[in-house]
T-cell receptor, first 116, second 110 residues
């Protein structure tokens, strides 16, 4: 299957700083990528849909100024957590939709964010 | 709004026993239903989708529109089936946006 990578896999930052997480589709082009958040022992919650060349669509309750998404190319989407606070600590997972594979979503390995 | 319910957080069965992971959904329409699996220390991956009517690794799932259920079944569980299983729903025409259930941790005992 197609491969999606995330970088970094783990990041620790101080409160008030910004953190950027990258999501790349390695062997296919993805016009649509998705960003999820997963709290410990809970399910994945869709945060936003990232569309190449246009603005992201955010789910209700997700602050777009807090979680900046950029999808500047067909293989890269970035999520920037701005002015991070301890409550932003979570596991962030991206997925990319492969149109050549029945629109299947392929998931990245996730990024563990810890805000001190 | 759509919702996916997996009533069992934990499920343990012995090797060779049948296993059924329950999934119920609420959506006013005809969504696509999926089962995703996450093995220990691995990423989430698609197990099967209702539209394909396929059997993967011995697992099957039948969409029951009357009961709004999409239970995952396997007649003879194997130890390597131990994993976290998520049921997910995607509304038609939604660019495959997924709504996940809370997941069921399946443990197959030797």
């Amino acid at each position: 299957g197609a491969v999606v990578s995330q970088h970094p896999s783990r990041v620790i930052c101080k409160s008030g700083t910004s953190v950027k997480i990258e999501c790349r589709s390695l062997d296919f082009q993805a016009t649509t990528m998705f960003w999820y958040r997963q709290f410990p022992k809970q399910s994945l919650m869709l945060m936003a849909t990232s569309n190449e060349g246009s603005k992201a669509t955010y789910e209700q309750g997700v602050e777009k100024d807090k979680f900046l998404i950029n999808h500047a190319s067909l293989t890269l989407s970035t999520l920037t957590v701005t002015s991070a606070h301890p409550e932003d600590s979570s596991f962030y997972i991206c997925s990319a939709r492969d149109m050549s594979s029945y629109n299947e979503q392929f998931f990245g390995p996730g990024t563990r964010l810890t805000v001190l | 709004a759509q919702r996916v319910t997996q009533p069992e957080k934990l499920l343990s069965v012995f090797k060779g026993a049948p296993v059924e992971l329950k999934c119920n959904y609420s959506y006013s329409g005809s969504p696509e239903l999926f089962w995703y699996v996450q093995y220990s220390r691995q990423r989430l991956q698609l197990l099967l989708r209702h539209i394909s009517r396929e059997s993967i690794k011995g697992f099957t799932a039948d969409l029951n529109k009357g009961e709004t259920s999409f239970h995952l079944k396997k007649p003879f569980a194997q130890e390597e089936d131990s994993a976290m299983y998520y049921c997910a729903l995607s509304p038609p025409g939604s660019a495959r946006q997924l709504t996940f259930g809370s997941g069921t941790q399946l443990t197959v005992l030797p």
